[in-house]
């Protein structure tokens, strides 16, 4: 009611001595049991967990992928109203005494290494490959593939994928509990973002489903991050003359000892790393991988194909833009007949658009927490365009500068198939292999190697800090050094466990399963959002407390 201050206080029982001192017990024992079923499963009896997976996976896709378009739509559509409507825009993320704790360098950096970084080392040169193979386009007829007439299509899907709407799933749930937590004094977590619409309630039972399902798609989420990390990160070891016992020569695939070497360097300074906390570790090493992205990104604009990527960055940018409110609301459905375009483009939609929004809202809870932690005493505005627009941009010339050098060298500098056929793990290493001669594309192989090291472990260890956060009951800075190095482990064994069990693939379809609870919980985020910030607006005219008094 707009009479009377809203909710300030959410009581959640934590545990006040023992090994659970300070952490919800409900939801961190909960959340380690349904994790560690997950692993000692896929371990036990890797083919069968990753056929019951895969199965699951195809029902999912088949059944919500209207499901997940629409809600994706919506996540950027609040985004967007909220940013522009004038007093929305204004409202600042904590007190107006409130300044940001973060340089504008650091706080991007530690957005951006967090959210999509390693994405960027691994898609930036294979999705562009792959849509300039093939696309909606090409199954319509519209361009042909692998031709010059397809090269601006190829990045209207990839824009798309990686753009404002990947962006919009974070910064809602981050916005979401930076408003309530910051203005309002409830607990970093989940559970604070939906109290104008249960109230008190989730202090309870609800609250503990809604965390719980929050860590485990944080993990799942992470976990499909950091498989598509692993693998490159081994092949990157074996091109720089780490031994061919890291690869199978059969399949070019990690083999088992690779991803099991692999897991323990990242996995270990990614433990130490979220030991020292998000203002020292994380912080630095955001920094560091930062200033190396810059660095490779600057070695294209000079050595790559840098007019043809610009004029692909244009085109593509204003194709996505003009096109956007179409394909939000786009949805293919099969007809039922094996390989008519329907059915060719349903499922393409499937494996491309409604996995990718699967992985984006699995991964929405561990950024979100990170971006709610790192963004206080910033306005809606400046949030949103800061979670969103810019590292948007980022990733758009990413793809065009990096993976247009690609794109180019195949259709016009003669590469023929060595960096499509190269593999998605190996076709960065493959295109600089072609441009520079064996020593320097070495140098340039340890740099990305270094690079995605950097970027495994900043991903990782702030995940772990994020379900420790939440498992705490939103204590932003939990004690229980024990917790943070068991999660370090499991997510290690999740990882490790699905690449061996199934691949990649066992890993996506774990990761969508994860993903469907918590999409529901996001659309919730979005209602409670919306009636906060109205019924504040009421309580101001009305000269009603909205934000919570220092104490």
């Known amino acids: 009611m707009a009479n009377k201050p809203p909710l300030m206080d959410l009581p ?16 961190a024992i909960t959340s380690k049991i349904l994790i560690a079923a997950l692993i000692v499963w896929a371990i036990a009896v890797p083919e069968t967990a990753a056929t019951i997976l895969g199965d699951l996976n195809g029902s999912l ?8 378009i629409y809600v994706v739509a919506l996540f950027l559509i609040v985004c967007v109203v909220l940013a522009l409507i004038p007093r929305t825009g204004r409202l600042k993320l904590g007190l107006e005494s409130d300044t940001p704790e973060f340089s504008n360098f650091s706080w991007f950096s530690m957005m951006f290494g967090a959210g999509i970084g390693i994405g960027m080392l691994t898609f930036a040169t294979a ?33 798309l994928h990686w753009g404002f709407s990947a962006w919009a799933c ?3 749930v981050g916005l979401s509990l930076a408003y309530f937590s910051y203005r309002r004094n409830l607990p970093l977590t989940i559970r604070s973002a939906l109290t104008p619409l249960f109230g008190e309630s989730l202090s309870g039972i609800l ?11 944080t993990i799942l989420g992470v976990a499909q991050t950091l498989g598509f990390g692993v693998e490159q990160f081994v092949s990157g070891l074996n091109r720089i003359g780490f031994g061919d016992w890291l690869i199978v020569a059969e399949t070019g695939k ?57 004029s692909a960055l244009v085109e593509g940018l204003v194709t996505y833009i003009i096109q956007l409110p179409k394909l939000l609301f786009t949805v293919w459905t099969s007809d039922g007949v094996d390989g008519s375009e329907a059915a060719q483009l349903a499922s393409w939609q499937g494996g491309w658009s409604v996995f990718y929004w699967a992985w984006w809202i699995a991964f929405a809870p561990f950024v979100g927490v990170f971006l709610a932690r790192i963004s206080r005493g910033r306005s809606v505005r400046e949030y949103i365009l800061g979670a969103i627009i810019i590292p948007s941009v980022m990733c758009f010339v990413w793809f065009t500068i990096v993976g247009g050098t690609a794109i180019d060298l195949t259709l016009n500098g003669g590469a023929g198939d060595a960096i499509s056929g190269a593999g998605q793990q190996n076709q960065l290493f493959a295109m600089l292999d072609f441009v520079l001669r064996s020593g320097l594309a070495w140098g340039m192989a340890v740099i990305v190697v270094v690079l995605l090291l950097t970027y495994l472990v900043t991903t990782a260890d702030s995940a772990i800090l994020i379900v420790n956060t939440i498992n705490a009951a939103g204590a932003e800075k939990p004690s229980g050094r024990p917790h943070i190095i068991f999660w370090g482990v499991a997510l290690s064994l999740v990882v490790g466990g699905l690449l061996i069990a199934g691949g990649v693939g066992a890993i996506q379809s774990a990761m969508v399963i994860g993903a469907l609870p918590f999409s529901l919980v996001m659309v919730l985020m979005c209602a409670s959002l919306v009636k906060a910030i109205v019924k504040d607006g009421m309580r101001e005219k009305n000269g009603v407390q909205t934000v919570h008094e220092v104490e």
Do not use: C
């Not at 959640?12 to 939801?27: E, H, L, M, P």
């Open 61 to 68: 896709l088949g059944t919500f992928s209207s499901w997940y």
């Open 254 to 310: 990690p083999s088992t000892a690779g991803v099991i070497t692999a897991l323990l360097v990242i996995m270990g300074a990614s433990t130490l790393s979220a030991l020292s906390g998000v203002g020292k570790g994380i912080k630095w090493l955001s920094n560091i991988n930062m200033g190396l992205s810059f660095f490779l990104l600057a070695f294209f604009l000079l050595f790559g194909s840098t007019f043809f990527g610009l």
């Open 127 to 159: 999705e562009p490959m792959y849509h300039f193979a093939t696309n909606p386009n090409v199954i319509m007829g519209e361009s042909g593939a692998s031709a010059a007439d397809n090269v601006n299509n190829a990045y209207l899907w990839s824009f």
């Open 12 to 27: 959640i029982q934590t545990a006040d001595r023992g090994f659970y001192a300070g952490f919800s017990k409900d939801v």
């Open 207 to 217: 609250g503990h489903i809604v965390d719980v399902v929050a860590v485990v798609a």
């Open 170 to 172: 974070y910064a809602i």
